[in-house]
C-alpha cells in the first residue's frame, strides 16, 4: 500500500513538471509587412551601399563641425527629455526582474512575541489560561507551480517591453540628435542670410549716396533717390527680422542642450559646411536599423505573451506553502526540538463561475495583440515613405541648387551691367533697382537651397535610424 502510495505520488510529480512545460501563448512571429526590393528614389545624392557603410556613432561629424559636435555631447548630458527616456527604461527593466522573480520560490523569515488575554465571555471556550504569552520564529516557502506558462509568459512580456523601453530611449536619442542637427544648420542658414543683408545694406547705402550725388548734379530724378531709399529700408527690415528668427532659433538650442536661454549664445558663423553624401541600404536593412520599428515589434511580442497569461488564467493555478519553526509559550529555551512545528502542502484553486470575466480577458488581450500588430505595420509603411521622401527631396534639391546657383551668377552680371547703364544714363534707376532686388532674392534663394539640403541630410539620416551598432 505504500509502495502504491509513493507512485502515486511520483506519477502526480512528474505530471506537474510535465504541465510546467506548457505555455498558452500562441506561436509569435513578427506581423507581416510588405518590403521592396529597392527604393525608388534613388540618385546621385543618396547612392546605394550595404549596411556597414551606414553612418556610425557620431554621424552628424559628416558635417565637420565642432560646434555641431559640442552641442551634441552637451545634449547627450543634459537634455531633460532624454533623461526622462533613459529613467523610463530603467523602470521598464526593474519591472522585468521583478517579474522574473515570480519564476523562483518566495521565502519570507518571520519572528514573534506576544502577551495576550482572553475573554471570559470567549464564544466556545473551553478551559485553559485566562493570560499567556506566545513567541514564534520560523520561515515560509510559496511556490507556484508553473503548469501553463502564466509566469513565463508574465517575464517574457516583462522583458519584451523593456526591450521596447530600450527601443524608445534610443529613438528619443536619434530624434535629439537629429532635432539639434536641423536647428544648428537653420541657424547657419540665417547667419548666411544676415551677412548677405549685411552685404546688401552697405551696397544700397552706396547707391543712395551715389543717386543723391548724381541727384544733386542734375543727372538723376528725385523718383531715383526715394526709390533708392526704399530699397535701402525695405533691406535694413529684412535685417532685422532675420535677426529675430535667429535669436529664437538659439533659444530652442539652448532648450535641447539643457541649458537656459537666458545665459546660452552662439557667435555667428558665416561658414559653407560639406554637404554629405548619405549612404543608403536596402530596405529589409531598415526594419533592423529604426529604432520605432524595433519597439513596436517588441510591443506586438509582448502582447502575444499577454494572450497566453490570459488564457492561463481559465484553468486551475497550483501552488506549494510550507512553513516550519519554532513556538512556544515565551518560556525556555525556544529553539528546542518540542517546540517545532511545520505545514507542507499543495493549493489547487480554479474559478467556477466569474461571470465570463477571464474569457472576456482572453478576447481582450487578443485584441490588444492585433492593434500592437497594425500599429508595427503603419510604423514600418511610415518609416519606408520617411526615407523616400527625405531621397526624393534631397536629390530634387540638389538639382534646384544648380539652378540657384545660375540663377545668382545670371543675376549678378544683370546688376552689373544695369550700373554700368545707369551710369552712363542710357537705362533708369528702375532697372538698377529691378536687378538688384532679383540679385538679392537669388542670392536668398540659393543660402535658403544649401539650409535645406543640409537639414535634408539630417533628416534621411534620421529616417534611416541613425547611428547604429
Not at 527604461?89 to 502577551?115: C, I, M, T
Not at 532675420?242 to 533659444?251: D, I, K, T, Y
Not at 500592437?372 to 514600418?380: E, L, P
Amino acid at each position: 500500500m505504500k509502495r502504491a502510495s509513493v507512485t502515486r505520488g511520483w506519477a502526480l510529480a512528474a505530471t506537474a513538471l510535465a504541465l510546467a512545460g506548457c505555455s498558452l501563448a500562441p506561436p509569435y512571429t513578427p506581423p507581416a509587412t510588405p518590403i521592396a526590393q529597392a527604393y525608388k528614389e534613388q540618385g546621385p545624392w543618396t547612392p546605394a551601399a550595404p549596411a556597414d557603410a551606414q553612418p556610425r556613432g557620431q554621424w552628424w561629424a559628416m558635417f565637420s563641425d565642432p560646434v555641431l559636435d559640442d552641442l551634441e555631447a552637451r545634449a547627450e548630458k543634459a537634455n531633460p527629455t532624454l533623461a526622462a527616456a533613459v529613467a523610463a527604461y530603467d523602470q521598464a527593466r526593474a519591472l522585468a526582474s521583478q517579474a522574473r522573480a515570480g519564476l523562483v520560490p518566495e521565502v519570507d523569515g518571520n519572528a514573534l512575541a506576544n502577551r495576550q488575554r482572553r475573554s471570559d465571555n470567549e464564544p466556545l471556550r473551553v478551559g485553559g489560561p485566562d493570560a499567556f504569552s506566545t513567541a514564534q520564529a520560523g520561515v515560509s516557502v510559496a511556490y507556484e507551480i508553473d503548469l501553463w506558462g502564466r509566469l513565463r509568459n508574465l517575464a517574457r512580456g516583462a522583458g519584451q517591453r523593456a526591450q521596447a523601453s530600450e527601443a524608445d530611449m534610443r529613438s528619443a536619442r536619434l530624434s535629439l540628435q537629429a532635432d539639434l542637427a536641423d536647428d544648428y544648420m537653420t541657424l547657419r542658414g540665417q547667419d548666411s542670410q544676415i551677412r548677405l543683408l549685411d552685404d546688401t545694406v552697405a551696397a544700397y547705402s552706396r547707391a543712395l549716396d551715389l543717386t543723391k550725388i548724381l541727384h544733386n548734379g542734375g543727372n538723376a530724378t528725385g523718383l531715383d533717390v526715394a526709390r533708392a531709399e526704399t530699397q535701402l529700408s525695405s533691406a535694413k527690415a529684412q535685417r532685422t527680422d532675420v535677426g529675430a528668427q535667429r535669436a529664437l532659433m538659439e533659444h530652442a538650442i539652448a532648450a535641447l542642450v539643457g541649458e537656459s536661454a537666458s545665459n546660452f549664445s552662439l557667435p555667428a558663423v558665416d561658414k559653407a559646411l560639406p554637404q554629405p553624401t548619405v549612404a543608403v541600404s536596402a530596405p529589409s536593412v531598415l526594419l533592423q536599423r529604426r529604432p520605432d520599428i524595433a519597439a513596436a515589434e517588441r510591443r506586438a511580442a509582448a502582447a502575444n505573451a499577454d494572450v497566453g497569461v490570459a488564457r492561463a488564467a481559465l484553468f486551475p493555478a497550483l501552488t506549494l506553502d510550507g512553513t516550519a519553526g519554532w513556538q512556544n509559550a515565551a518560556a525556555g529555551n525556544l529553539l528546542s526540538a518540542p517546540n517545532t512545528f511545520w505545514l507542507i502542502g499543495p493549493q489547487l484553486a480554479g474559478a467556477i463561475f466569474d461571470g465570463g470575466r477571464r474569457a472576456a480577458g482572453v478576447r481582450a488581450s487578443k485584441a490588444a495583440f492585433e492593434e500592437a500588430s497594425a500599429n508595427y505595420r503603419g510604423v514600418v509603411l511610415g518609416a519606408f515613405r520617411d526615407v523616400e521622401d527625405q531621397m526624393a527631396l534631397a536629390n530634387r534639391l540638389a538639382v534646384e541648387a544648380k539652378d540657384a546657383d545660375d540663377a545668382v551668377t545670371a543675376a549678378q552680371r544683370t546688376v552689373d551691367l544695369a550700373n554700368i547703364r545707369y551710369r552712363q544714363g542710357v537705362a533708369t534707376y528702375l532697372d538698377v533697382v529691378t536687378a538688384q532686388t532679383a540679385a538679392l532674392t537669388a542670392e536668398q534663394t540659393a543660402i535658403q537651397l544649401t539650409t535645406r539640403r543640409l537639414q535634408a541630410s539630417v533628416d534621411l539620416t534620421r529616417a534611416l535610424g541613425g547611428a547604429w551598432g
